[in-house]
């Protein structure tokens, strides 16, 4: 099993800069204070379609032959990275295919639609998103890019703790929320050849805490039908992220559905910016644990602002 490194980071960054925003870290005096800690958001709400997912898609797609990107690319995902994949596939001029389960949010159909994908819907499980997906990848010659269980993926996913850590020196803590793991891994090795000394830590909602338990536990536990709002955070982790994760992760937090949402109205009412559940988990371990992080310096990685807007918990 082949790991990325923090070279493979490197030149991933350099590939997709050309590509992606180098979105903004910003503060908030107030949730300093609330916290008792200093907190650097590094908020990729305003990445191309809304979330971090788009640097690892367009790593990539833009490392693809131009004999493999012509047959196209393909993937199973209920909403961000489908989105990114399919923006990234258009902006190489080549064809995406995504299949999307039918229970997906509206809002990211309509996006991942808007980006000029081929969308195939199917059953919400996991086994009929693989098997769908490849289907039409024996029948067209698609290069599979999955989610986050993919070495050009999580190196492109790295690649947000590096701007950060160019930013803002000192960081004693490193945080991000933890689903299939990608942005995890990818900000591990980051942070681990960056500033050795900085704790790097996931945040995971306690009613999908699959993550949090193998880690635990030393093996990987599948997700079973958890049911939390953070809905970019309801799939088992991938296996080369596993791997990493074990290498380079110090902890894994959990957090409730109340303090999630708590922390998703805190970060809107305070900071102005509008950030998906799932971004709001890392805050919310936080909260639900301040005592460890009383005075500390601590970079927050806000994975993504896609939320639909006619189902806000608040």
Same mark, same amino acid.
């Given at each position: ?7 493979d ?11 992606i ?17 200093e ?11 809304? %979330?971090?997912?788009f640097?690892?898609?367009t ?31 258009r ?13 997906a949010p ?5 996006? !991942?639609?808007?980006?000029?994908a ?5 059953e ?14 024996d029948e067209?010659?698609?290069t599979? !890019? ?9 190196s492109?996913q ?25 942005l ?10 960056i500033?050795?000394?900085?704790? !790097?830590? %996931? ?10 338990r ?42 409730s559905e109340e ?14 910016i ?23 310096r601590?970079g ?15």
């Amino acid at each position: 099993m082949q790991l990325p490194t923090f070279t493979d980071i490197l030149a991933a960054h350099e590939l997709i800069k050309p590509y992606i925003h180098r979105t903004p870290v910003l503060t908030s005096q107030s949730i300093n204070k609330l916290m008792g800690c200093e907190l650097f958001f590094k908020c990729e709400n305003f990445q191309k379609v809304g %979330a971090f997912k788009f640097r690892g898609a367009t790593n990539a797609v833009y490392s693809l032959s131009d004999a493999e990107a012509a047959a196209g690319v393909g993937t199973h995902s209920s909403g961000n990275h489908a989105a990114a994949l399919a923006l990234a596939a258009r902006m190489r001029g080549i064809q995406s295919y995504i299949v999307m389960p039918s229970n997906a949010p509206e809002v990211k159909k309509i996006a !991942v639609a808007g980006y000029g994908a081929n969308i195939t819907f199917c059953e919400p499980t996991l086994q009929a998103r693989e098997q769908t997906l490849q289907r039409l990848a024996d029948e067209l010659g698609l290069t599979i !890019v999955h989610p986050y269980n993919n070495f050009r993926v999580i190196s492109g996913q790295g690649t947000a703790s590096v701007e950060l850590f160019e930013e803002v020196h000192g960081l004693e803590v490193v945080i991000c929320p933890v689903g299939g793991g990608g942005l995890l891994s990818g900000t591990a090795i980051s942070a681990r050849s960056i500033s050795p000394g900085c704790r !790097v830590i %996931a945040g995971e909602p306690k009613a999908a805490d699959d993550a949090f338990r193998s880690f635990r536990d030393g093996y990987i536990h599948p997700s079973i039908q958890p049911q939390t709002i953070a809905d970019g955070l309801l799939t088992s982790l991938g296996e080369l992220n596993f791997e990493i994760i074990r290498q380079n992760v110090d902890e894994i937090l959990t957090a409730s559905e109340e303090s999630i949402v708590a922390a998703m109205r805190m970060i809107w009412e305070r900071m102005k910016i509008i950030i998906e559940p799932s971004s709001a988990v890392p805050l919310a371990t936080i909260m639900e644990n301040r005592d460890k992080f009383t005075g500390l310096r601590i970079g927050i990685i806000l994975s993504g602002g896609n939320v639909e807007l006619t189902k806000l918990p608040f």
